[in-house]
């Protein structure tokens, strides 16, 4: 197991090549309040068009723009929802269920729900886990992401711990945050959360996405990412399938990078 503290001492080294990658990887995500029609098909014009041939990875919506999302999106892209009780994770499990059956009937290909933490700190693992595998059935093959929100965890070992219960209970991606606490993505969060879905695999032979995000702005921001990733679970993590980076202003920095090494 390599540390963390030598993964932070290599260096980061600003190649084009990696700065598409990393736009490759992106949920490019608008959820604002204040979403309209019209603002959610500006974004999903913005990644149609991508940069120098590479896109982003997916739009990342509420669940009421999810149709408008796929109907105007360009394949392989992929529609990402957020789902009911964002973001707090509050809402019951019979109204994650109605939202996922609606998901499944709908567009899109991807569901993000928030890990209840009412639950989570009452120590109510098996109630945790009945949901996300609900949730999960209910998507019918769908893609299903559960937010630990792993500022509100606060210590490295409540992220591993919900990082497995929901690995366990079948998600296929765990993400770090909603990006509506202050703390957002860290890399002490994933690189624990990394950890642990690298010991899953070991055991069950099924691999679990990882999508940090919150407060991931810059290119040494998503490229101190990559390096984690691929120092704790390999190359084959390396791709859309299995990494995703959630984020709104990084899009745009990224191209401005780029055009930085020109």
Known sequence: ??????????PIIAKKELVLEL??????TTL???????SVLELVKKANKGFKGTHPAAICSYAR????????????MQTVVVG?????GLS????KIIDAETIEKSGAQELDIVLNHTDYFENNYNKITTEIK????????KHLK???ETGALKTAENVKKASKVACNAGADFIKTSTGKIPIGSTPEAVYEMCLVISDYYKKTGRRVGIKPSGGIRTFEDAALLHLIIKSTLGNDWLNPTLFRIGASSLYDNLIEKYKELS
């Open 134 to 141: 609900k949730v999960k059935a209910a998507l019918k093959g």
């Open 23 to 28: 736009i490759s990887y992106i949920d490019l």
């Open 84 to 88: 009911m009780g964002f973001p707090s």
């Open 65 to 76: 723009f999810g149709n408008l999302v796929q109907e105007n999106l360009t394949p392989p």
């Open 146 to 148: 559960v937010i630990l």
């Open 92 to 95: 019951t499990t019979e109204e």
């Open 32 to 38: 604002s309040e204040s979403d309209t029609k019209e």
């Open 1 to 10: 197991m390599i540390l963390l503290s030598k993964i932070l001492k290599q």
